[in-house]
């Protein structure tokens, strides 16, 4: 049980008025506790800062965040604050209340430590969500400035995204200093102290939380991290810091991943060897443009929230199955030669559907949705336009089945037109060309 509060105890909300019984307690942080509680009937998340975090400062930022909309449902954002007359230390401090995080949210945390394992195509989509996350965020002129493995949780069925830990969200460039971040996922720039939270700094603390999500390990630990017996401050200081090398730059190889041979942890690059080339090209430029010149040019080297989600977003659409049975990425730079990480054959790829701006592997479970048709640029795939169907009469024939409320028109390998109404297919077929209506798409082989 937590020292601040009891089952039973009551907490008096400000914005409402309604009061909070205290329920099960769910754990502590450096901050502060978790408590289930019992908010107008209702079962929501308290957390209550300890009388030395329970600054004048952070009350008033709490104030703003509540007075404002969430950015997104994805954030379980402070809805009101909470005082406690005369329970002890509790007394001292405040608290805020947000939505529960449902059981099958889980977090990187279990990633790292595999006690989930989540499939390629669960763990890309997390990664689109969370970008999205950000971006809604930054678009309301705010700042996250602690992204770290603690606040980010996903559903490792569907990679569906909960952003929790709120409270230090400010406006953009805010000069207030109730964090910085969370070291190792600190811009280099903030660890050298050259620079306060800011919208770019939170796109490389995204960028390493992306890394580790795909990779299982730290970008900038590699040789030089091998070689320090105790990770102290001022060891993070010169490894993220003053002396930032990315482990798979392609020119300073002072830094580079050990391999697993060395390190048998894994911790300084070997798990990142392991998957760095089974991802899509344009993936590892985008990681080697984020810890390179993202490093050395903060303003302008890093990657926007919306070039991460177009990466992504291919990758997503590049996902396929190899005959064994493992997830692989088709790479139009390297197609069908590229063998499977896995078992070492050459896979077959499926039919490809060529894009105006991507190429959709039409694997069994592909889909269609607006933004492969250029009517949404966010990547939602709530929507779907799209999806793979057998000819009922003969199910070795694979067909792309409309599912939007528009015809499509598709023209076939004998130059021959026909439309295809909501509700049928067009069969699939090297050469067959189908027009959306605003982009068209031609089948690949």
């Known amino acids: ?11 008096r909300t400000l914005k409402s008025g309604q009061p909070c019984t205290i329920g099960k307690f769910l754990g502590a942080g450096g901050q502060g506790e978790v408590y289930i509680v019992d908010w107008g009937g209702a079962p929501f998340a308290l957390k209550w800062f300890y009388p030395h975090t329970a600054t004048v400062e952070q009350r008033a930022s709490l104030e703003r965040l509540v007075g404002i909309r969430a950015p997104s449902e994805r954030f379980l954002w402070p809805l009101d604050l909470a005082v406690a007359d005369g329970y002890g230390p509790a007394a001292k ?21 595999g006690r989930i394992d989540p499939t390629f195509k669960v763990l890309v989509t997390a990664g689109l969500q969370l970008i999205d996350s950000f971006y809604r965020l930054h678009s309301d002129g705010l700042c996250y400035r602690d992204i770290n ?11 569906d995204v909960l952003v929790c830990d709120n409270d230090n969200v400010a406006p953009n460039r805010s000069k207030e200093a109730l964090v910085l971040g969370t070291p190792d996922f600190m811009a280099p720039e903030i660890v050298t102290g050259k620079a306060m939270p800011s919208r770019q700094t939170d796109l490389f603390s995204l960028s390493v939380l992306l890394f580790y999500m795909l990779h299982i390990g730290h970008p900038l630990y590699g040789r030089r991290a091998f070689g320090i017996k ?7 200081m010169m490894l993220c ?3 930032a090398t990315f482990i798979f730059d392609p ?7 050990v391999s697993k041979l060395e390190d048998p942890s894994g911790e300084c690059g070997g798990n990142a060897m392991n998957y760095w080339p089974i991802y899509p090209q344009a993936v590892r430029d985008a990681f080697t443009r984020s810890f390179t010149t993202g490093i050395r040019d903060p303003e302008h080297g890093r990657l926007t929230e919306g070039a991460w989600r177009r990466v992504l977003a291919a990758a997503r659409d590049a996902i396929f199955r190899c005959s064994c049975g493992v997830e692989n990425f088709f790479d139009d730079g390297v197609g069908a030669a590229k063998r499977c990480w896995a078992c070492g054959q050459t896979p077959a790829v499926p039919f490809r559907l060529k894009l105006e701006r991507t190429t959709l592997v039409l694997a069994a479970d592909a889909k269609l949705h607006p933004h492969h048709v250029g009517r949404d640029d966010g990547f939602d795939t709530s929507v779907t336009l799209g999806e793979l169907a057998r000819n009922p009469a003969d199910p070795r024939v694979w067909g792309l089945k409309n599912l939007s409320e528009e015809k499509w028109v598709a023209t076939l390998a004998d130059g021959s037109t026909r439309d295809v109404a909501p509700g049928k297919s067009v069969p699939l077929a090297e050469g067959v060309r189908i027009n959306f209506g605003t ?7």
């Open 439 to 445: 982009v068209a798409g031609t089948v690949d082989a």
């Open 149 to 159: 493995f603690g606040n980010a949780f996903f559903d490792p069925l569907t990679g």
């Open 241 to 243: 810091g003053t002396k």
């Open 251 to 257: 020119v300073d190889k002072s830094n580079e991943a």
């Open 93 to 113: 401090g405040f608290g805020y209340l947000m939505r529960l995080r449902e059981k099958r949210f889980k977090g990187l945390n279990d990633l790292m430590a």
């Open 1 to 11: 049980m937590g020292e601040l509060f009891r089952a039973g105890d009551t907490a």
């Open 230 to 236: 105790c990770l102290d401050g001022p060891a993070r």
